[in-house]
Nanobody
Framework: QVQLVESGGGLVQAGGSLRLSCAAS????????MGWFRQAPGKEREFVAA????????KYAEFVKGRFTISRDRTKNMMYLQMNSLKTEDTAVYYC??????????????????????WGQGTRVTVSS
């Protein structure tokens, strides 16, 4: 059974940093594409970043480019999102997600809503001014 568990959220001041973690159990992070989405209060869920199954390709939403970095650790079966220069508009619940099909990548996972199949429960990030 696949289980994705996010951690690392919290309260931080604008300009600060946080690192989110996603622990994957039941399947490896090494052969499946993974990603991060977020949902702010009153808004729809939106794409943040994704990493392909071999870790060689990443995709970022324009609003996080240069500030966020997605990565993974195959030895720990973990995925991360390093968030720097946080802004108040980054306040949201952040979700870890994983593709169900191995060795697959999307031309653009940011506009492919059906690409990811498994989701975590989310971790809340609050950025204060």
């Amino acid at each position: 059974q696949v289980q994705l568990v996010e951690s690392g959220g919290g309260l931080v001041q604008a300009g600060g940093s946080l690192r989110l973690s996603c622990a994957a159990s039941g399947r490896s992070v090494s052969i499946y594409a993974m990603g991060w989405f977020r949902q702010a209060p009153g808004k729809e869920r939106e794409f943040v970043a994704a990493i392909n199954w071999n870790g060689m390709t990443t995709k970022y939403a324009e609003f996080v480019k240069g500030r966020f970095t997605i990565s993974r650790d195959r030895t720990k079966n973990m995925m991360y999102l390093q968030m720097n220069s946080l802004k108040t508009e980054d306040t949201a619940v952040y979700y870890c997600t994983q593709d169900a099909t191995p060795y697959r990548w999307s031309t653009d996972p940011s506009v492919d809503p059906g690409f990811f199949d498994f989701w975590g429960q989310g971790t809340r990030v609050t950025v204060s001014s």
